[in-house]
């Protein structure tokens, strides 16, 4: 634990030692009385930090995905454990910082960014609780913990799309039949912009006042089958440039599948598929 002193304490102190030295030298029982007063609030001050802090639970709950090199907004919840609540908590991570008014023995909800720099699973995240209370003085710290269970995605890398990415299922050796080509899949709801009237969302027009409509992905295109061997560079950035591929063609409606370190996986849409093949890379 970790007492830093601002300003304002540094001040308390120094007049504190000042009007010690003149009681000294005067003999003057009301200064006495003073500096007595002015060291009994520091100790008191300190005690009380330091229960302000204790007994503090942090728990956080990743976003669905987390990418290395990219900050990235947790839901983080504190609570106390004692039955005596805790006032003005700050918790921090590297790039971010968030204050909790009051801390008692309800889960209290916040956002907090983090930031990974590298890829693979995280089991435990350190973070910094402090807080100034109560003389705003004096900044009680201590570093915590947290277990959590986290598979940081490579970094995306931007690279142009290989040539006969667009493999055929039967080149992927998949058996999976051809879709048909007209039946779409939903994708999710954007502003009017000249679609068909048989996409318009008329329960949300009529909501919202303005013209929506749902957006569809086509199922005529082809998969993508990726691998290591389509992309070039060291282990980490073609890991990074499958990822950044992994992303773009699914969220450009292709069926997208991985072949890799012996594992395949067959190629489907959607973004349970993106995290399955983001997870795939992270933990290669």
């Known amino acids: 634990m970790r007492v830093k002193v601002r300003r304002s304490g ?82 921090s991570s590297d790039v971010d910082e968030v204050l909790f008014p009051l801390v008692d023995d309800r889960w209290r909800e916040e956002r907090l960014y983090l930031l990974f720099n590298k890829r693979g699973r ?40 290989p040539i006969g990415a667009a493999d055929k299922r039967k080149e992927s050796g998949s058996s999976r039949p051809t879709s048909v080509k007209g039946y779409e899949e939903f994708k999710g709801i954007k502003d009017y912009a000249g679609e068909p009237m048989k996409l318009i969302h008329w329960k949300l027009t009529a909501k919202r006042g303005e013209i929506t409509v749902r957006e569809m992905l086509s199922e005529d295109k082809e998969p993508v089958i990726l691998s290591l061997d389509m992309v070039d560079g060291d282990l980490e950035t073609r890991l990074s440039k499958l990822a950044y591929l992994t992303v773009r063609f699914i969220d450009e409606g292709y069926p997208v599948g991985l072949k890799l370190n012996g594992k395949e996986l067959p190629p489907e849409r959607g973004e349970l598929q993106k995290v399955a093949i983001l997870r795939e890379l992270a933990l290669y």
């Open 10 to 91: 540094t001040v308390f102190i120094g007049a504190t030692v000042f009007l010690g030295v003149a009681a000294a030298n005067t003999g003057n029982n009301l200064l006495y009385i003073v500096v007595s007063a002015m060291l009994s609030l520091m100790l008191v001050s300190g005690v009380v930090s330091i229960l302000n802090i204790r007994g503090i639970e942090v728990r956080l709950i990743p976003p669905l995905e987390v990418f290395a090199g990219r900050r990235v907004r947790f839901r983080v919840l504190v609570r106390k454990g004692f039955r005596v609540p805790s006032f003005l908590i700050r918790l």
């Open 122 to 161: 995280v089991d435990r995240v350190k973070l910094i609780l402090s807080s100034d209370f109560p003389l705003g003085m004096f900044v009680r710290s201590m570093e915590v913990e947290v277990k959590t269970d986290i598979i940081v995605f490579p970094k995306p890398v931007p690279t142009a799309v």
